[in-house]
């Protein structure tokens, strides 16, 4: 399996606080991606990233931002969380593109009550 | 907007039995296909990808895809499933340098 770390693993947290989730990889990938597993909805990218500092939104990145300082860290932060964002975030990486295979992490499951 | 659908939410198959989940892109163009497998409680695997030659794919645990490029479809199939094939499944397309679009999901559940 890749080297992909996320932290925490379990999160609950209430309504209006910030909240930061972190994804360390061993790989030394360009790409990362940050994506929500919802029932019914499959996994939606949030962000991605292509680099140190160069990042991208994706499908649903509306209270979400995100940031790249290093080459293995990949951070997603809620500024203010709401519970339609409580889900099941996962980190990805790839290699060579982003429409090449990714690589998932564990993920984290965020409740916010 | 790029689409993914899986047609199937959920399948109910005995052991043994012939395994077909759809997926079909809006894409035009050169696409690339994947499929994934999510065991309970755990990551998404890639069970096997297509780029360009042979439409017929085979990936890991015996399961293999087609690729038909006039109806947009890229099928998975197993010929005989087992009790660990149980999961979701999740087909994905990306077109040109754009990121994969996942689909919506498919759980198959296998009983003895």
């Known amino acids: 399996d890749a080297g992909i770390t996320q932290s925490p693993r379990h999160k609950v947290t209430e309504t209006g606080t910030p909240v930061t989730l972190r994804c360390h990889q061993t790989?030394?990938?360009?790409?990362m991606y940050w994506y929500r597993q919802d029932p019914g909805h499959g996994l939606r990218l949030i962000h991605y990233?292509?680099?140190?500092?160069?990042?991208d939104k994706g499908e649903v990145s509306d209270g979400y931002s995100v940031s790249r300082s290093k080459t293995e860290d990949f951070l997603l932060t809620l500024e203010s969380a709401t519970s339609s964002q409580t889900s099941v975030y996962f980190c990805?990486?790839?290699?060579?593109?982003?429409?090449?295979?990714?690589?998932f992490g564990d993920g984290t499951r965020l409740s916010i009550l | 907007a790029q689409s993914v659908s899986q047609h199937n939410h959920h399948v109910i198959l005995s052991e043994a039995a012939s395994l077909e989940l759809g997926c079909n892109y809006s894409y035009g163009g050169t696409v690339n296909l994947f499929w994934y497998v999510q065991y309970p409680g755990q990551h998404l695997q890639l069970l096997l990808k297509y780029f360009s030659g042979d439409p017929l794919v085979k990936g890991i645990k015996g399961f293999e895809a087609e690729f038909i490029k006039s109806k947009f479809s890229f099928n998975l199939r197993k010929p005989s499933v087992q009790w660990s094939d149980t999961a979701e499944y999740f087909c994905?397309?990306?077109?040109?340098?754009?990121?994969?679009?996942f689909g919506k999901g498919t759980r198959l559940s296998v009983i003895a």
């Open positions: 790989e030394n990938h360009r790409y």
């Open positions: 990805a990486i790839s290699e060579q593109g982003r429409n090449q295979p990714q690589h």
């Open positions: 994905a397309a990306s077109s040109g340098n754009t990121p994969l679009v």
């Open positions: 990233s292509y680099g140190v500092k160069d990042t």
